[in-house]
């Protein structure tokens, strides 16, 4: 897959130009079985995928289920930290503030 530099800077990282978006597999009241995900996230890593989208908010009824899945991964496959641009959510609501970061 082809790679894109985002950031404009020496701290450039190049990710691939299609990201992997990991909210559907909490978000609904049946959560994706770990195997199944691992299967997923294995396999967009596989082809380029390598800018993950999660949020402290994807999960239900928990709302931290979505990282608490990427911790699971990561821990099965401490490998592919490394590869992996996470892109993540989180709200702040004492501020009601919407923050996008790495």
Not at 26 to 54: H, V, Y
Request: glycine residues 10%.
């Amino acid at each position: 897959m082809q790679q894109v530099k985002i950031g404009g800077s020496e701290n450039s990282v190049s990710v691939g130009r299609i990201g992997f978006g990991l909210m559907g597999m909490t978000w609904r009241p049946k959560q994706t079985p770990d195997e199944q995900a691992f299967a997923a996230m294995k396999t967009a890593l596989e082809i380029g995928c390598t800018c993950w989208n999660s949020g402290e908010f994807y999960g239900t009824p928990e709302p931290t289920l979505n990282l608490d899945l990427l911790k699971r991964y990561f821990d099965k496959y401490p490998e592919d930290a490394p590869k992996v641009i996470r892109f993540s959510e989180t709200v702040s609501l004492k501020k009601n503030i919407f923050l996008i970061g790495f």
